[in-house]
């Protein structure tokens, strides 16, 4: 079992920085691969950004160039760096975990989800 914890999330303007943290329960977090996804009201549940053990990263197109992903494997926590952020970009944000997933971008290969925390940028 993995219990996450998403913070960071707040109001910020157009062009903007945030940083998200989700920290993470579990011994073996350096084998999880860690995903972002964000849901704005209205709209289906999409993929921001994965990491791998390996440190390999994965990023949707609309977030490439501003988001950065990374983990801390001493302190079991994985960051989503949010930068020159757009209105387009409010939602809620979740952090989510598993050992094995096929595709980074698909939800349904995630078992490990964090509540989440809500990011707003106005214009």
């Known amino acids: 079992q993995v219990q996450l914890v998403e913070s960071g999330g707040g109001l910020v303007q157009a062009g903007g920085s945030l940083r998200l943290s989700c920290a993470a329960s579990?011994?073996?977090?350096?084998?999880?691969?860690m995903g972002w996804f964000r849901q704005a009201p209205g709209k289906e549940r999409e993929f921001v950004a994965a990491?791998?053990?390996?440190?390999?990263?994965y990023y949707a197109d609309s977030v490439k160039g501003r988001f950065t992903v990374s983990r801390d494997n001493a302190k079991n926590t994985v960051y989503l760096q949010m930068n020159s952020l757009k209105p387009e970009d409010t939602a809620l944000y979740y952090c989510t975990a598993d050992t094995v997933v096929p595709t980074p971008s698909d939800p349904e290969g995630y078992d490990y989800w964090g509540q989440g925390t809500q990011v707003t940028v106005s214009s």
């Open positions: 579990g011994r073996t977090f350096s084998t999880y691969i």
């Open positions: 990491i791998y053990w390996t440190g390999t990263t």
